[in-house]
Each structure stands twice: as structure tokens, then as C-alpha cells.
């Protein structure tokens, strides 16, 4: 059974750090990566992972998130730091088995699997 849960979530306060985990099970994933969801807002990519390693990001949020994987411990991670107000979302870890693809391809249809999300709040 194919399962992400993420975990790390919570309220820091602008600037502060957090960083997100996402154990997998049940399949092999060659891209994953990290989106979130602000309330009335479009789910929006954050950042990916392939399988070769190769990684990108959103513009607003480069230089302060890093995505990595672990494969040993089948766990994704996003280190949060310099963290804004807008970046308080609910963020989701997502899981494809096919190698990464365009990165403006609507979420739904670049990832075939998702977590349930974890809730990351930044006051200012």
C-alpha cells in the first residue's frame, strides 16, 4: 500500500527554521517533492527531487529551502529557513514513479501519490 506522511509542521515565528519530513512506503518513487496549499490559494510547487539527485525550486523559495532524500530511510526532507509569513501553508509531500517532468505541470497530474499534509504557520 503506497503511503507518504510528512511530519515537522508547526508555528515559528519570522525567521525561524523548520524542517519537514515524508516517509514513503509501498512503491519506488523517481521524483518527489514538496507543495503547499495557503487557504484560497492554488497548490503550488515548492521544490523537487529526482532520482538522479538534480533538484529545483520556486523563486520564492530559493536559497532558503533545501530538499533532500534519504533512500536508506525512504524519507524526503525540506530544511525551512529565513521563514516569511507567506510562506504559512499546509504543505504536502508528493510521489511519482516516473522521473520528473515539467515543473509547470498542474500538481494532480505530474504526481501520482500524496501525503495528507503537515501545517507549517509563520507569524510575523
Known amino acids: 500500500q503506497v503511503q507518504l506522511v510528512e511530519s515537522g509542521g508547526g508555528s515559528v515565528q519570522a525567521g525561524g527554521s523548520l524542517r519537514l519530513s515524508c516517509v514513503s512506503s509501498g512503491a519506488t518513487y523517481s521524483c518527489m517533492g514538496w507543495f503547499r496549499q495557503a487557504p484560497g490559494k492554488e497548490r503550488e510547487g515548492v521544490a523537487r527531487?529526482?532520482?538522479?539527485?538534480?533538484?529545483r525550486y520556486a523563486d520564492s523559495v530559493k536559497g532558503r529551502f533545501t530538499i533532500s532524500k534519504d533512500n536508506a530511510k525512504n524519507t524526503l526532507y525540506l530544511g525551512m529557513n529565513r521563514l516569511k509569513p507567506e510562506d504559512t501553508a499546509k504543505y504536502y509531500c508528493a510521489a511519482d514513479p516516473l522521473p520528473c517532468g515539467s515543473w509547470n505541470s498542474p500538481p494532480h497530474a505530474a504526481f501520482d501519490y500524496w501525503g495528507q499534509g503537515t501545517q507549517v504557520t509563520v507569524s510575523s
Open positions: 527531487i529526482d532520482s538522479d539527485g538534480s533538484t
